[in-house]
């Protein structure tokens, strides 16, 4: 099992920058494949980022440039770096962690969710 916290939302105006954290505990961290997904109301849940296991990362056309994900596996920590706000960017951001080993189920967990508003 593994438990996530997200903390670091807020409200924020348009151009400015929040960093999301998002704990871990419970498993192994460092083997899991983190995500960052956000839900703005009325809309389906997006995939905004993602680290692999390995660091590779990987972003949403919409957040490339402004977003960055990065991992710390020595705090059990992801974050999610946002720069250059816009209000299309309010929405519930969650965290999720994934892995696959072989010979068992996908293991996949999801954190509560913090509130993003960006709003002048």
């Known amino acids: 099992q593994v438990q996530l916290v997200e903390s670091g939302g807020g409200l924020v105006q348009p151009g400015g920058s929040l960093r999301l954290s998002c704990a871990a505990s419970g498993s192994i961290f460092s083997t899991y494949d983190m995500f960052w997904y956000r839900q703005a109301p009325g809309k389906q849940r997006e995939l905004v980022a993602l680290i692999r296991s390995g660091g590779r990362t990987n972003y949403v056309p919409s957040v490339e440039g402004r977003f960055t994900i990065s991992r710390d596996n020595a705090k059990n920590t992801v974050y999610l770096q946002m720069n250059s706000l816009k209000p299309e960017d309010t929405a519930v951001y969650y965290c999720?962690?994934?892995?696959?080993?072989?010979?068992?189920?996908?293991?996949?967990?999801w954190g509560q969710g913090t509130q993003v508003t960006v709003s002048s």
């Open positions: 999720n962690a994934w892995r696959r080993r072989v010979g068992v189920p996908a293991e996949d967990f």
